[in-house]
């Protein structure tokens, strides 16, 4: 089956780091990727939808110039959370169909990020 | 209004009780449906889709009427493993998934 796979699955580190998280559907092409995150107790809620070969389109609230994202090719989408304060401490999963309309996605493990 | 309303629970029901969860969605356009469970600090995993004829699964039957904008999952004969968070999703096509938030069920024995 359509396997989404996400990396890293762990991040802690200093305030102030980048950090970059990868997204890869292993055998489908996904033109489109989304990336959604979770606070504790919280639903998903979508950050910004990639498109692959142009600009992601980000969610009201969502800083693009802090939440960068590149979709460079058909297979591969990247989060990069720019100068992480503690308050992105979140959980990130990125998801992608590998289907024509109406098909359920599948996400990717998630990536627990936890800023010190 | 949220885009998607779920009762957060929690449900806490004996083993091999029934339960049943309901969902109502506030985009008419909406065009799939789906119930994800998702597990404490893991990532959502797809249960099953929704459709306008009721589908069954096991132990599990998806109900969706369009004309009132509501989705339900029931369970029958409940297990421990079922302990988890339920969340309803829809979306438009092409679209990105909106997430209820999810209803808990805890099952004891």
């Known amino acids: 089956g359509a396997v989404v796979s996400q990396h890293p699955s762990w991040v802690i580190c200093k305030s102030g780091t980048s950090v970059k998280i990868e997204c890869r559907s292993l055998d489908f092409q996904a033109t489109t990727m989304f990336w959604y995150r979770q606070f504790p107790k919280q639903s998903l809620m979508l950050m910004a939808t990639?498109?692959?070969?142009?600009?992601?389109?980000?969610e009201q609230g969502v800083e693009k110039d802090k939440f960068l994202i590149n979709h460079a090719s058909l297979t591969l989408s990247t989060l990069t959370v720019t100068s992480a304060h503690p308050e992105d401490s979140s959980f990130y999963i990125c998801?992608?169909?590998?289907?024509?309309?109406?098909?359920?996605?599948?996400f990717g493990d998630g990536t627990r990020l936890s800023i010190l | 209004r949220k885009e998607v309303e779920q009762d957060p629970g929690p449900f806490n029901v004996p083993e091999g009780a029934t339960v049943a969860f309901n969902c109502t969605y506030s985009?008419?356009?909406?065009?799939?449906f789906f119930w994800y469970r998702q597990d404490c600090r893991k990532e959502p995993k797809l249960l099953m889709s929704?459709?306008?004829s009721g589908n069954e699964d096991g132990r599990f039957t998806a109900q969706l009427n369009r004309a009132s904008q509501y989705i339900s999952l029931l369970i029958r004969d409940s297990k421990l493993s079922d302990s988890a968070t339920y969340l309803c999703v829809v979306n438009q096509a092409g679209t990105a998934l909106i997430f209820g938030k999810g209803t808990t069920l805890s099952v004891s024995s």
């Open positions: 929704v459709y306008s």
């Open positions: 998801s992608a169909s590998p289907g024509q309309l109406n098909q359920p996605q599948h």
């Open positions: 990639s498109n692959e070969g142009s600009k992601a389109t980000y």
């Open positions: 985009n008419s356009a909406s065009q799939s």
